[in-house]
Each structure stands twice: as C-alpha cells, then as structure tokens.
C-alpha cells in the first residue's frame, strides 16, 4: 500500500509541524485557531490510515493506537467547538470506543502472558495492559464528563489540550521511536527521544497553567467576596 503510506507518513509531518505552531501561539487567537484545523485534519488522516494499515497487517498495536489517536483528537475537537456543560447523544457512542479498545487490549495481553515467550506481535505482554489503562483513563474522563452534564470553564480548556496533546505524542512516539528513517548522528544523542516527550512536557505545563490560573481566579473570588461582606452597612 504505497499510496496509503504515503498518505501516513506526509499526514504525520503536516500533523508535527501544524500541532508545534498550535501549541506555540495564544489560545483562542486566529493563528492558534488557523493551525488547529490543519491539525485536527491531519491527525484524522494520520490516524485513520494508521488503523488500517495497523490491522491490515495485523499489528495490533498500532491499529489500536491509530483508532485511539482518532477518537482523542476527536472528542478534543468537539469540546473546543462546543458551549460549556454540552453533552450530545454522540458522546455516549464515543464513550464505547476507548472501553472496546480496553477490552481488546487486555484480552490480547492476557494471550501473551500465557504465550511461551510472554510477548505477542514483539509486544511484552505488560505493554498491552499499559495500553489498555491508557484506554481506561480516557473512558473515566467521558464518564466523568457525561454525569456531570458536560464541561465548562476551565475543565473544558484542559480536557481540550489534554486529549490534542497526548494524540500528538502518539504521533510524535510512532514516528521518532523509528530511528531507522534518521541519521546517525540524529541516532547517537538524546534527541528523537526528547522529541518524542516533547509533546507530554507541553500538555503537562499547558495543564498546570490553566490550573494555576484556575486556582489564581478562584482565590481572587473568595477575597472579594469576603471583603463584600465585611463591608459596614449603611
């Protein structure tokens, strides 16, 4: 499938250079907004083929974390899009993709484990179980998110980075971790595996910065409500 793979490999580019210059300019602002479409498309495209070049070749693996890099990107998008406290009936037949991707995973880990070399597709079988946790946390988020009648504030904005973040590092491990396609010289330092992390070290201080600023808002509230009610009547 040349063509197909093609379209992988030029979606993963468009997908790291759109996903770097989204992440470096103001949220909410036109550029911000500009590059997160181009984002978003190619990362569709990136995890779309990937699924089906994964599963057409039988790697479980990647097919699975094709469809989920689809799935986060996705719901990502969506909670952008919306208003606060937003659930759709979509929402809920979203929730069913990460709870089958779990139970696959696990099922294939658990035919690892009992394989003879404790490794199936050149995977260990903890790497399934790893994968299938992964899965998990992103299905208590929409749980999460569905009891409470959808997001608002500042949960919004950090479910939004959260999942656009983690769906570029899937991206960024698939494509630095083959170290073949590099140079040498690009093989012998830290640098592909600093790429790599790149994209969990930006979600991790996008997070903290909106919770600080959460937290910040919060704090600024509470004083002024206190000093409104300290204030003698007249």
């Known amino acids: 499938m040349p063509s197909l793979l093609s ?41 779309a083929s990937g699924a089906y070049i994964g599963f057409t070749a039988r790697e479980i693996v990647n097919g699975v974390m094709g469809v989920l890099t689809f799935y986060l990107v996705t719901t990502a998008w969506l909670t952008a899009r919306r208003a606060d406290a937003q659930t759709y009936p979509f929402d809920y037949a979203a929730l069913l993709v990460p709870l089958l991707l779990a139970a696959g995973l696990a099922f294939y880990g658990f035919e690892a484990a009992n394989s003879p070399t404790g490794s199936l597709q050149r995977y260990p079988y903890w790497a399934y179980f790893i994968f299938a946790s992964l899965a998990l946390f992103f299905a208590a988020g929409d749980v999460r998110m569905l009891v409470r009648g959808g997001v608002s504030g500042r949960r919004r904005m950090a479910r939004h980075l959260g999942r656009m973040c983690f769906g570029l590092f899937i991206a960024t491990g698939s494509f630095f971790t083959r170290t073949s396609l590099f140079p040498v010289v690009f093989r012998t330092t830290h640098l592909l595996d600093f790429l790599t992390v790149l994209p969990l070290m930006l979600m991790i201080f996008w997070l903290f910065r909106v919770r600080r600023y959460s937290w910040s808002f919060r704090r600024e509230s509470y004083r002024s409500a206190a000093a409104s009610m300290s204030l003698p009547s007249r």
């Open 7 to 47: 379209l992988h490999v030029f979606a993963g580019l468009m997908a790291l250079l759109s996903g770097t210059a989204a992440m470096s300019f103001r949220k909410g602002s036109r550029r911000h907004r500009e590059t997160g479409y181009v984002f978003v498309a190619s990362m569709l495209a990136l995890g």
